[in-house]
């Protein structure tokens, strides 16, 4: 099953083979920020964990830039399809999304106000991050600005690309809508998983808190949204979109 954000929805679905064989269990949230509408949360993610290769992004869109929602979510998409990163691949991915942005903004009102016209001109812009997680025990992620992957893995843990919750900033790298822009060239790293290993995906606000703090992780979607409004509540995580996808690996 494939969960994407723009249904704004928390589900929890697995990779089922047969018996012993590795399943990947799967919760994502996403949230905007406090004060805010659904539809004007920038941040997108995406989860394909039918089959592996289990497929994950996220992405948080700039707010300064318009469309910027529009462009996370096609970004997000886009990258959650590849069952292949070698070669082309993610750049494919990439050139794919921003031909679909142009497309969306196209078709949008051509009367609009001029601050509004030159921002659109600029192109949006956005971070993101790709996780392939593979059935021989191996993973791959890519990733353009500060979305942080966190693997756990029998009391360790390593992040990427930051390991430092104050080390994030206001001007991380952008990935912008616009083919004039080039590509920035995505930070990658691979590795292996075991059974029991956990991979969280955040947008960099989530992220933060986990780094910073290390909570214990509702396993329930429900009891995981109210944990972030929670820690939002009470300034643990700051006030911006939000999003975390959690990827259990276990036995099936």
Not at 115 to 134: D, M, S
Not at 180 to 186: F, K, R, S, V
Not at 192 to 220: S, Y
Request: with cysteine; aromatic share 6%.
């Amino acid at each position: 099953m494939c969960m994407a954000a723009d249904s704004n929805s928390i589900e929890q679905e697995d990779v089922r083979g047969d018996p012993g064989s590795p399943v990947a269990d799967s919760v994502a949230v996403t949230l905007p920020k406090a004060g805010h509408d659904e539809d004007e949360n920038e941040d997108a993610f995406v989860v394909r964990d039918e089959t592996f290769p289990v497929r994950a992004a996220v992405a948080d869109g700039a707010t300064e830039a318009v469309y910027s929602g529009v462009w996370a979510d096609l970004l997000t998409r886009q990258i959650a399809a590849l069952d292949d990163w070698s070669g082309t691949g993610w750049d494919d991915a990439v050139h794919a999304a921003r031909s679909e942005w142009q497309t969306v903004v196209d078709a949008e009102p051509v009367d609009v106000p001029w601050y509004v016209a030159e921002k659109r001109e600029q192109g949006a812009f956005a971070t993101v991050l790709g996780l392939v997680i593979r059935g021989d025990g191996t993973f791959e992620a890519r990733w353009v600005g500060d979305c942080v992957l966190i693997q756990q893995s029998k009391g360790s843990k390593q992040s990427w690309p930051v390991d430092d919750p104050e080390a994030f900033t206001h001007r991380p790298a952008l990935l912008s809508s616009r083919s004039e822009a080039g590509t920035i060239t995505a930070q990658t790293t691979e590795g292996t998983w075991d059974q029991e290993d956990v991979f969280l995906l955040a947008t960099d606000a989530v992220a933060a808190w986990l780094l910073r703090e290390t909570p214990e992780l509702a396993h329930d979607a429900d009891a995981l949204r109210e944990q972030l409004r929670t820690a939002r509540q009470e300034g643990h995580l700051r006030n911006d979109d939000c999003t975390i996808i959690r990827i259990t690996m276990a036995a099936g």
